[in-house]
C-alpha cells in the first residue's frame, strides 16, 4: 500500500495533496472508531465507570463458532464477529437512547449479543435503564461490576531454579497430594483458569498450560503474566518431576487461562474484573468444554454472569469459586446453588468447603517462588482434586464431588480425598 502511495505521490503534486487529505481523513475516522469500540478501555477506571451499562438483546443469527478463540486459529483480540444485524441494532440502541457505543460481542453459549455502553452526563441512569428495558428486543439491562480477586502476599521467598521445594507445599502436604499421584494426576480433565494472566513461561509451567488467551485490557508494556493468576495456576498445575520447583494439585491436567482479570496497579498482587471480561471468559469456557472452572474472585451478584454460570452447571461443569473473608463485599459467584464454595482454613468466613490456604508456596512471574494466604488460593486445591476424582470417573456431577468431599465435615482432607478416590474404582 505503502509503496503504491509513493508511486503516485512523485507524479502529480495535486493527486499528492489529495491523498494526503484523504489519508488524514481516514486516518482520523479508523483512530475515533478504535477508540469508541475497543474492548481495552473496558479497563478504564475514570470517575465515570459507573455509568456503564451492559445491554443483551436475542441475536438469531448466532449459529457459528466465536472466532475469538487462539486454539483455534482465530485471532483473539477486538474481534468479536459480530453479525451486521446485531452490529446495527447495537448502534441504533445508542442513537434512540443517547448512549456512547463502546464494544460488542456474540454471547454465543446464551445466544444473546452484548454491548457495553456509557450513558453521558446529563442523562439520569435509572431512566436510561428503564427506557432501555421497555424495548421488547432487549434482555437484560445492568449497570457494569466489579470484581475482586481474593488473596495476599505473606512474605517474600528466595529464588532458587535448583532446590526443590515440595517440603515447603502446606496443602499439597496436608492432603497428602504426593500419595493421591499414585492413583490419579488430574490427566486430560479440562480446567479453566479465570483470573489474571499467567507466566506460561514460567519454568514450573511452561507446557502446562494448553491455551492462553487475554480477555482484558493490555498493559502498556504488554506483559500479561500477572501474579494472582500464575500464583493459582501454580498450585493447580505446576509441573511434576522437573527437579525444581513446587509440584500443582492435577499436573496433567489440560489448563485454559483466560485473562479475564487485571492488576490495580503494575506488579501488583491485587486485581480486579468486570461483568463484561468475565462474560468474555465464562462463555469460551463452556464453548470449549471445560469440565472444571475456577474463579478465584467475588464481586456482587451479576443476571449475566448467573446466567452463565448457571448455564455452566447445567452442562454439567464443575464450576469453584472463592468465598469472600467477612470483611469483603459480595459473595457471588461462591453463592450460585451447585456452585462449589471454598472458604480456607484460618479465614474468618468458614463455609462451603474448607482447604489449605494459609502460606501456600506457589509460582509467581519471573521464574519466582512465594508464599501466598486468602481463599483464591485454597479454591484450585479444591478444584485439582475435583480434576483428580474426574479422571477416575469422568461422569461425576458437582453434586457428587461435593457430597464425597463434605460427606462427614466441610474440611477437606487427605483421608475425604482418599475415600472418594477409592469409591470411584
Avoid at 469453584?320 to 484460618?346: E, M, R, W
Avoid at 508464599?371 to 458437582?398: C, I
Wanted: charged share 15%; aromatic share 8%.
Amino acid at each position: 500500500m505503502s509503496c503504491w502511495l509513493n508511486l503516485c505521490w512523485s507524479t502529480d503534486a495535486v493527486m499528492k495533496s489529495s491523498y494526503f487529505l484523504f489519508l488524514t481523513f481516514l486516518f482520523a475516522l479508523l483512530n475515533g472508531c478504535a477508540n469508541t469500540s475497543d474492548a481495552y478501555h473496558l479497563g478504564d477506571s475514570g470517575a465515570d465507570s459507573d455509568r456503564r451499562l451492559l445491554v443483551t438483546f436475542v441475536d438469531r443469527t448466532i449459529d457459528r463458532k466465536l472466532p475469538a478463540n487462539t486454539q483455534e486459529g482465530y485471532r483473539s483480540r477486538g474481534l468479536y464477529n459480530n453479525s451486521g444485524w446485531s452490529t446495527r441494532f447495537a448502534h441504533d440502541l445508542a442513537d434512540r437512547h443517547h448512549l456512547q457505543y463502546i464494544t460488542q460481542w456474540p454471547v454465543t453459549t446464551l445466544g444473546v449479543s452484548c454491548v457495553v455502553y456509557d450513558v453521558p452526563k446529563g442523562f439520569q441512569l435509572v431512566q436510561v435503564m428503564v427506557e432501555l428495558q421497555k424495548d421488547p428486543q432487549v434482555s437484560l439491562v445492568q449497570q457494569m461490576h466489579n470484581f475482586e480477586v481474593l488473596g495476599s502476599k505473606e512474605h517474600g521467598f528466595p529464588v532458587s531454579t535448583t532446590d526443590p521445594y515440595v517440603h515447603l507445599q502446606a496443602g499439597f502436604n496436608a492432603l497428602e497430594i504426593e500419595n493421591l499421584h499414585r492413583s490419579s494426576t488430574g490427566r486430560g480433565v479440562r480446567i479453566a483458569i479465570i483470573d489474571t494472566g499467567v507466566d506460561i513461561d514460567h519454568p514450573d509451567l511452561k507446557g502446562q498450560i494448553k491455551s492462553s488467551e487475554n480477555m482484558g485490557p493490555e498493559p502498556l508494556d504488554h506483559n500479561v503474566a500477572d501474579i494472582h493468576g500464575t500464583a493459582v495456576a501454580g498450585i493447580l498445575s505446576a509441573r511434576a518431576d522437573n527437579g525444581i520447583g513446587i509440584v500443582g494439585i492435577a499436573p496433567e491436567a489440560e489448563i485454559l487461562a483466560f485473562r479475564a482479570c487485571w492488576p490495580d496497579k503494575p506488579n501488583s498482587l491485587a486485581a480486579h474484573c468486570n461483568s463484561f471480561t468475565l462474560a468474555l471468559a465464562l462463555n469460551q469456557a463452556i464453548s470449549l468444554d471445560c469440565r472444571i472452572v475456577n474463579l478465584s474472585l467475588s464481586g456482587p451478584d451479576d443476571p449475566l454472569l448467573r446466567q452463565l454460570v448457571e448455564k455452566a452447571l447445567a452442562k454439567g461443569i464443575i464450576v469453584v469459586a472463592a468465598v469472600p473473608a467477612k470483611s469483603q463485599v459480595g459473595g457471588f459467584p461462591a453463592n450460585v446453588p451447585g456452585v462449589l464454595a471454598v472458604g480456607f482454613d484460618g479465614g474468618d468466613n468458614q463455609v462451603g468447603i474448607i482447604a489449605p490456604g494459609q502460606d501456600i508456596l506457589t509460582t509467581v512471574p519471573h521464574q519466582a517462588y512465594d508464599f501466598m494466604t486468602g481463599s483464591s488460593f485454597a479454591t484450585p486445591h479444591v478444584a485439582g482434586v475435583a480434576a483428580l476424582l474426574l479422571e477416575l470417573h469422568p461422569d461425576w456431577q458437582a453434586i457428587d464431588i461435593k457430597n464425597a468431599l463434605h460427606k462427614d465435615s466441610n474440611q477437606l482432607t487427605a483421608k475425604s480425598i482418599q475415600v472418594a478416590l477409592n469409591a470411584t474404582k
